[in-house]
């Protein structure tokens, strides 16, 4: 059991750690919105990866191999959707900029619930395939231990617990940046810059091909 939860921890921190374009989604919905957006997102990117874990647990030999030819097509639905993300991150971050410089113009959009927001970051992260292959590969080989129901319950827990405290703690991060750049030019800052990167990532996601 206690192999179980160590490999489930480092599976999940593995899967989690590595800065990408979700990380810095999360912190910039963090920034320019509010810590409860900000966590909802990775509780979306937790959620996932805590799905991914089961069913590498419960058929990762079988799905691995049957998702690898839908690869390239998934990493080009995820990089489309980051673009259209960037792309309303920006809008918003010049609509919020124009109302502090003219509060008798059009009110800023309103920021989307957190249970929207958690559900974006959910279908976005399960676009990638290669959070099942991580975890097959993990189970496959035999880095998880789980001999019975028990101990491979304890794995995908802990993945999930593993995933959902590294995400919490960017979201955290950015609603702290959020709170030293209260002011017009540094909350445009921070919106230009997070949407941006993210831009950037998903342009780069989509000439891996």
């Known amino acids: 059991m206690t192999d179980a939860l160590l490999s489930g921890l ?3 921190y593995g899967i989690a750690v590595p ?22 997102a990775a509780l979306g990117v937790a959620t996932a990866d805590g799905l991914y874990a089961l069913l590498a647990l419960i058929g990762g030999a079988t799905l691995a191999p049957l998702l690898a030819p839908a690869a390239g097509a ?36 309103a920021p989307a619930s957190p249970w929207r927001t958690y559900a974006s970051l959910l279908g ?15 189970v496959l080989g035999g880095r998880t231990g789980p001999g019975s129901l028990g101990p491979g319950l304890v794995f995908v827990l802990a993945a999930f617990a593993a995933s959902a405290s590294w995400q919490a703690l960017l979201a955290t991060g950015g609603a702290l940046l ?9 909350r445009l800052l921070t919106g230009l810059t997070g949407n941006l990167v993210v ?11």
């Open 10 to 12: 480092l599976a999940g």
């Open 19 to 40: 800065v990408g374009a979700i990380s810095v989604l999360i912190v910039t919905i963090a920034s320019r919105v509010s810590l409860a957006r900000g966590l909802a």
């Open 74 to 109: 998934l990493e080009l639905a995820a990089a489309a959707v980051l673009v259209l993300l960037a792309a309303h991150g920006l809008r918003a971050t010049l609509r919020t900029h124009r109302a502090d410089r003219d509060p008798a113009g059009p009110p800023p959009p």
């Open 124 to 138: 976005l992260t399960l676009l990638n395939p290669f959070t099942v292959v991580y975890f097959s590969a993990l």
């Open 178 to 186: 959020r709170r030293l750049l209260t002011g017009p030019r540094g």
């Open 199 to 209: 831009l950037a990532l998903a342009v780069r996601l989509a000439l891996q091909h």
